[in-house]
Nanobody, 114 residues
Framework: QVQLVESGGGLVQTGGSLRLSCAAS????????MGWYRQTPGNQREFVAF??????RYAASVKGRSTISRDNAKNTVDLQMSSLKPEDTAVYYC?????????WGQGTQVTVSS
């Protein structure tokens, strides 16, 4: 089991950057897969990015503009986003896949103004 807390969301202008951070309640060194989804009102959560022990993967919509990283010493997973667009506006959720269960954070709001 793990608790996740996101931070770093906020209001940013088009073209700006944000760094989202996800802090875990315990060591993440044994958690193979962690990542980010996002959700807008009335829509399902959509995949943004994940990182495992050896690779990363991004949704086409953010690829080239985002970088996911993990720090096993700090038990954090970060998502650096740049060249933000209004369509990136959403609540961003961190997740961890542990022993067949997906754990979610509470989410952090990102709003990109045009």
């Amino acid at each position: 089991q793990v608790q996740l807390v996101e931070s770093g969301g906020g209001l940013v202008q088009t073209g700006g950057s944000l760094r989202l951070s996800c802090a875990a309640s315990r060591s993440i060194s044994s958690i193979n897969v962690m990542g980010w989804y996002r959700q807008t009102p009335g829509n399902q959560r959509e995949f943004v990015a994940f990182i495992d022990t050896g690779s990363t993967r991004y949704a086409a919509s953010v690829k080239g503009r985002s970088t996911i990283s993990r720090d096993n010493a700090k038990n954090t997973v970060d998502l650096q986003m740049s060249s933000l667009k209004p369509e990136d506006t959403a609540v961003y959720y961190c997740y961890a896949y542990v022993a067949g269960t997906i754990y979610w954070g509470q989410g952090t709001q990102v709003t990109v103004s045009s």
